[in-house]
T-cell receptor, first 113, second 114 residues
Framework: ETGVTQSPTHLIKTRGQQVTLRCSSQ?????VSWYQQALGQGPQFIFQYYREEENGRGNFPPRFSGLQFPNYSSELNVNALELDDSALYLC????????????FGPGTRLLVL | AQSVTQLGSHVSVSEGALVLLRCNYSSSVPPYLFWYVQYPNQGLQLLLK??????LVKGINGFEAEFKKSETSFHLTKPSAHMSDAAEYFCAVSDPGGNNDMRFGAGTRLTVKP
């Protein structure tokens, strides 16, 4: 059984650029949730995708957007990067939309200069 | 809206000593509560979860937590710390019937001294 994988592991961008982060869900999981974890803080919920549709969103601006593909993998896109977007981005997959069964990937560390 | 507060951003214990990490929650409805562990440069791993069944929840690696409604607490304990327990620990809360949001605390860094 393959766990949750994310790519890339590390990324450096400059302000104003755009970035795409990728997540492959665990085998058999149809839901992906994305979180932002700033340094020294707990993760913050960005949004969740279930059956290729957004299913809940946290307090993040529209320049944070996502996609889910038929194979349940997902992308997180961030436009017009700001310095405060520097963080560890975590995705978690689950069967169905409830959080009780979600499994986290190792994360992508994004640095915005 | 739900929230959790983790008391103490850093906790240091000696190897073999009791581990106690504190978490208090705020929720207008009966919550689901979770403890996660994060090792350096890794994602989060679920230690245990409370989903309205038994109030004393046993998790992996010898950890357990007790849901106390009267105290709005969900403290994490382990009788005897091991060096490998050194990590960041996060308490989280979700509303079982709500908007599917999950709120994490700021985390507690556990250091284990030899």
């Amino acid at each position: 059984e393959t766990g949750v994988t994310q790519s890339p592991t590390h990324l450096i961008k400059t302000r104003g650029q755009q970035v795409t982060l990728r997540c492959s869900s665990q085998s058999g999981h149809n839901t992906v949730s994305w979180y932002q974890q700033a340094l020294g803080q707990g993760p913050q919920f960005i949004f969740q995708y279930y059956r290729e549709e957004e299913n809940g969103r946290g307090n993040f601006p529209p320049r944070f957007s996502g996609l889910q593909f038929p194979n349940y993998s997902s992308e997180l896109n961030v436009n017009a990067l700001e310095l405060d977007d520097s963080a560890l981005y975590l995705c978690a997959s689950s069967v169905g939309t409830r959080r009780e069964t979600q499994y986290f990937g190792p994360g992508t560390r994004l640095l915005v200069l | 809206a739900q929230s959790v507060t983790q008391l103490g951003s850093h906790v240091s214990v000696s190897e073999g000593a009791l581990v106690l990490l504190r978490c208090n929650y705020s929720s207008s409805v009966p919550p689901y509560l979770f403890w996660y562990v994060q090792y350096p440069n890794q994602g989060l791993q679920l230690l245990l979860k409370y989903t309205s069944a038994a109030t004393l929840v046993k998790g992996i690696n010898g950890f357990e937590a007790e849901f106390k409604k009267s105290e709005t607490s969900f403290h994490l304990t382990k009788p005897s710390a091991h060096m490998s327990d050194a990590a960041e620990y996060f308490c989280a809360v979700s509303d079982p019937g709500g908007n599917n949001d999950m709120r994490f605390g700021a985390g507690t860094r556990l250091t284990v001294k030899p």
